[in-house]
């Protein structure tokens, strides 16, 4: 049995040995635990032989080291963040990024929650000050957090983990979040606001549970720490970056914010003249959010459960760029998964070129499926002559589409039609189109439509697909040429739109006709199209 190469790579943060030992103890696994890959070529040497990574937060996987793990086939996050992973290019690669959002969550949320605690009671300070042989009451008077307005910028696991608390304590709780729906922030109890301003300017603490990206880089930026009441307080647990910090050291310094407590900065570990060190009201501590024992167990262990089934068993859990497919999912959806891309690669054949879009329609059964990944199939096949079969999977097919301008959309109507599951593929330019369509009878994959005709036929072999005149001795015309080539005929599906308008015939064929053979067919008078599609 051939071996998967695991590497657990590290800057002195390793995952739960339980983790590791749950790996280790599969035959075909050969691991590789190295904890000293700060630098991108020691990551780049470590990673060559690779089918999978893992790594927490101090080693990074670029594109540097993408490109040298020429095996990879998914990295491993134990953990949230994903921002020391290039997880455009991992796509690119084909590559899928997997990262573990339940297993820290309790633990960050408590941490976070702490900092807010220990922040308004001023307790690092007074802590301090008592180690100093002083007895300074009135210096430490606190803030209650009772009746008190808290903005929470993301309301994901741990935001909803940090409101729940805070409401505990008799808060009132707004959020701000793009994706959370009207309906989820009534169920739990908390007043949504539409956008960020309205969010922060009335909040006595602010507390961050965002990932970051180009759109949430500095989101509390001088101009909107301005927006808000005088003394407010920030805590953020989340990510390095969502804080403009040297924006945050002025105002704490005027006395705009009234306190800071950071557990995560935007560089780590800050330098000796990091702005933030040196300003008043601030409780710092060195990214601890998820470092309790039990989350670092339960992300390393839930990680190495997340690899293993990946490599063994194709299944995806957890991932950032691409759709989770659970074994029972994958079982479901396999046969249509594998005849969408046969649907793909066969419109690839007859669609107008240079097409601005691809459609994939479901109806009957499947309209009441999750077809994500069937339809990132149908797409993966329609790309796959263009761009090379190598070159294009059913993670970066979507980015594929995109860098060559083809809209991809898909629609699930879940009323029965005709066909009790139908898979109908359009691409085109405008209104010059093909259109395809499939469906199973008895558990057979069988195509059912070409072009809006109906005709019946099993995606094998080569198929060939004639449009002419429909007038009588165009089958035998067929057949004669076919047949003078020794290009036998297995099956024949017949269809036409009226009587004497056009007819379509769709062959089965044996063998794929030579170039030439095409070329005679179509000099046949009346007709208008010939297409030879292979399904390989």
Partial sequence: MAKFNILIAGNNDPISSIGIDLLKAEPSFDVTVNMNLKAEDAMVEASREAHAIIVRSGAKVTAKVLDAAKNL????????GVDNIDIPYASKRGVVVMNTPGGNTVSTAEHAFGLMMSLSRKVPQAHASVIGGKWERKNFQGAELN????????????????AKRAQAFGMTVVAYDPYLSANRAEMLKVELRDNLDDA?????????????????????NETRLRLCKKGVRVINCARGGLVDDNALAKLLEEGHVGGAALDVYEVEPPPADYALLKAPNVVFTPHL????????????????EQVKEN?????????????????????????????????????????????EFLRVNYSGNLGK?????????????????????DQVNLINAVGTAENLGLRFTESRVPEPTEFSDLIEVEVGSGENKAVISGSFFGGDPRIVKINGRRVEATPEGTLLLLEN??????IGAYGTILGKHQVNIANMSLSR????GTALTLLTLDSTPPQAVIQELEKIPGVKRVYCMELE
């Fill in 147 to 162: 009746k008190k307005t808290l903005a929470v910028l993301g309301m994901g696991r741990i935001g909803t983990e940090f």
């Fill in 469 to 474: 005149d429909d007038r009588p001795g165009m």
């Fill in 289 to 304: 959010g998820a470092s309790t024992e039990e989350a670092q167990e339960s992300v390393g262990i839930e990680i190495a």
């Fill in 73 to 80: 086939k998914v990295v491993g996050r134990a953990g949230v």
């Fill in 311 to 355: 490599l063994l068993h194709g299944t995806v859990v957890n991932a950032v760029n691409m759709p989770n497919v659970d074994p029972k999912t994958l079982a479901e959806i396999g046969p249509f998964l594998r005849f969408g891309e046969i649907l793909g690669r066969l419109i690839s054949q007859i669609a107008p070129q240079r097409a």
């Fill in 497 to 500: 739109n009226v009587e004497g």
């Fill in 369 to 389: 499926m999750d077809t994500t990944l069937v339809s990132r199939g149908v797409l993966k096949g329609y790309l796959e002559r263009p761009i090379g079969a």
């Fill in 200 to 220: 922060v300017k009335d909040a006595d603490f602010i507390t961050m549970h965002m990932p970051l990206t180009p759109e949430t880089k500095h989101m509390l």
